[in-house]
């Protein structure tokens, strides 16, 4: 008869031997930073470390969506969609994302006892449609026909940052391939207990707008271009000292006043991405307020008051964060669609040019009021 190996002189084996007794219910590693294995080795890779790189591909993503990159944001939200899946197996427990093919060496490090495998070895960890079907098999308490039919829900992002990846082709499905992997993002980010918005930061209404499949194309567009907006804001005036960024932001705003200046076919207002003063711009024209009244008799008649100078906006540019909007679309999503009063300025000049106008063709001056 032989004898039992003794698990007690076997790191690994103590592991597993002690899980062995702790029941089914659920639990997760706590660790933030690297796990620290029986001799003080650390694990090459953690939940924490996994999601920070979702984190980063998740904001590459829809920046490359913002740019109408679309092979980009393919690869890097189907990146972000993996590295995702791999940071919830790993809060399990890191051995979880070990490639399917045994490889003991990646078991060893894994399990925090890189010590123990020579240097120069490569980790083999699970690709993203295995790393799914694990999920769901997971939580379908080891059903593995439920882990594949999990799985194969996000076929249409493996494939397209596959076919990106290999022959730079995404598949033409950019948007239906940006809401999946959203989606699939948020329901792994329900089993982890966090956020959209710890994953996508500024670009939480976009994930959101995706994940629930709101709005048009244009409105989703817009909000992508806010997004990136405010980053670029950021990037530019967050880590200057106080005195430096109100110096600076004062240059940007003189730039907004001398373009409004220009001309009478331009307003300032402020910018839905950095608050800052934006340059609305569009057609100018006159237009007279008008005020009726009602005989007696109930005849009706207008009185005409006097001529306003009025924009019709048809684009949107900050010279503070760079966004820009062109077309009425762009602008209602942003609520900057509204015609707007202009003024004296602008209403002299405009008078001015009509003026010109009625004495190249000879128009008499009462021929410039509306007939109502």
């Known amino acids: 008869m032989t004898d039992s ?3 007690s002189l076997d790191p690994i084996m103590r592991i597993f031997e002690a899980r062995m007794h702790r029941g089914t219910g659920a639990g997760s590693w706590g660790f933030l930073g690297s796990a620290i294995g029986v001799a003080g ?4 890779i953690t939940s924490a470390s996994l999601f920070e790189s979702a ?21 890097q939200l189907g990146i972000m969609l993996e590295h995702l899946a791999k ?4 809060s399990l427990h890191p051995t979880l994302v070990m490639d399917s093919k045994f490889d003991f060496s990646s078991l060893l490090r894994l399990a925090g006892q890189g010590q123990r495998v ?12 295995e790393a799914l079907v694990r999920i769901g ?14 799985a194969n829900r996000f076929t249409l992002v493996f494939q397209a940052r596959n076919g990106v990846a290999h022959i730079g082709d995404d598949g033409g499905l950019a948007d239906e391939v940006a809401q999946l992997a959203v989606q699939g993002a948020d329901e792994i980010l329900t089993l982890m207990g966090r956020s959209l918005s710890e994953l996508f930061g500024d670009f939480t209404s976009v994930a959101e707008g995706l994940r629930d499949q709101h709005g048009t194309k244009v409105q989703q567009r817009v909000a992508l271009l806010v997004a990136r907006a405010k980053q670029v804001f950021e990037e530019r005036y967050g880590d200057l000292p106080a005195e430096q960024r109100a110096t600076e932001l004062a240059v940007t705003d003189k730039v907004a006043a001398v373009g409004i200046e220009d001309g009478h076919d331009r307003a300032a207002t402020r910018c839905p991405a950095c608050e800052r003063v934006g340059i609305l711009s569009g057609s100018a024209d006159l237009d007279w307020d008008a005020e009726e009244t009602v005989t007696e008799e109930g005849h009706s008649f207008f009185t005409i008051g006097h001529a306003r100078a009025v924009l019709f906006p048809t684009a949107f540019r900050c010279p503070s964060c760079g966004l820009r909007l062109q077309g009425g679309e762009e602008l209602t999503a942003v609520e900057l669609d509204a015609n707007l009063e202009l003024g004296p300025a602008q209403l002299e000049s405009l008078e001015v040019h009509y003026a010109d106008l009625d004495a190249q063709l000879d128009v008499p001056p009462e021929a410039d009021q509306p007939d109502f």
């Open 5 to 7: 190996p003794d698990v």
């Open 87 to 90: 940071a919830y197996l790993a």
């Open 41 to 44: 080795a650390v694990t090459p």
């Open 137 to 150: 098999t997971i939580q379908a308490t080891g059903n593995d026909g439920a882990g594949k039919t999990f």
């Open 55 to 75: 984190q980063r591909h998740a904001s590459r993503g829809l920046r490359a969506r913002a740019g109408s990159e679309h092979d980009d944001a393919s690869l």
């Open 118 to 129: 020579k240097p120069g070895h490569v980790l083999k960890t699970v690709g993203m449609w």
